[in-house]
């Protein structure tokens, strides 16, 4: 098993990436995904989120108000340490389980926007990150997502530099490009991928 970690700013195309991976037979472990299951109605992991943040992040069924949640938290760093520590060990807890039912000889993919915020570079045999222009990425949050350039600003801000995803990266995935090429670039990293998880099993990449 190849345990890749893939990471990437707000708007970079990192979803992009993860779906043509899968498409070629990558388990993917889809750490935002899992997030919102651990705080969904009815679980200890919302409870926990209300109880810090108050009954005004719920919505009218019960369910937690993400929008109203992400305004209070992206603007405050401290706040969005709390939240985090409530989540991230829950995600965690739930990414190991789906990472033990995988093949031995799979490439497990880790889609972990905050991979390099929570120092978490260790726990992968490999690490990829998606990289785009801050620039580009402004434009796809406002343009595609309907964020206001604010809010997009904000949310960026929040998240580690370009650079600092850089320097932990193993292998970076330039999407400032046509999807053309985006799938071509994959292409190559998926035959990298699948070569070293046929390698014998070893530590992960800073811990040997």
């Known amino acids: 098993m190849l345990k890749v970690g893939l990471t990437g700013g707000i708007g970079a195309g990192k979803s992009e990436v993860s779906r043509l991976l899968v498409k070629h037979g990558a388990v993917l472990i889809d750490a935002d995904r899992i997030a919102r299951e651990v705080v969904a109605p009815g679980t200890p992991g919302l409870a926990s989120v209300v109880a810090a943040f108050g009954e005004e992040v719920l919505a009218e069924d019960g369910s937690l108000d993400r929008p109203k949640l992400g ?55 490999l690490v990829i990150v998606v990289d785009a222009d801050p620039a580009t990425q402004l434009d796809r949050l406002v343009r595609l997502r309907g964020m206001t350039e604010q809010d997009a600003r904000a949310r960026m801000a929040a998240q580690a530099t370009r650079e600092q995803r850089r320097e932990i990266a193993d292998v970076v995935i330039d999407n400032d490009v046509p999807l053309d090429r985006l799938r071509a670039r994959v292409d190559e990293v998926w035959a990298e991928l699948t070569r070293r998880a046929r390698e014998p099993r070893r530590s992960p990449r800073h811990q040997e």
């Not at 807890?93 to 390099?116: G, K, M, Q, Y």
Request: net charge negative; glycine share 4%; hydrophobic share 50%.
């Open 71 to 125: 305004s209070i938290v992206f603007a405050d760093r401290e706040r969005l340490a709390a939240l985090n520590a409530i989540v991230h060990p829950l995600v965690g807890e739930r990414s190991r389980a789906l990472e033990e039912a995988a093949a031995d000889d799979a490439v497990v993919v880790h889609d972990v926007p905050l991979l390099t915020e929570n120092g978490l570079a260790p726990l992968y045999d």
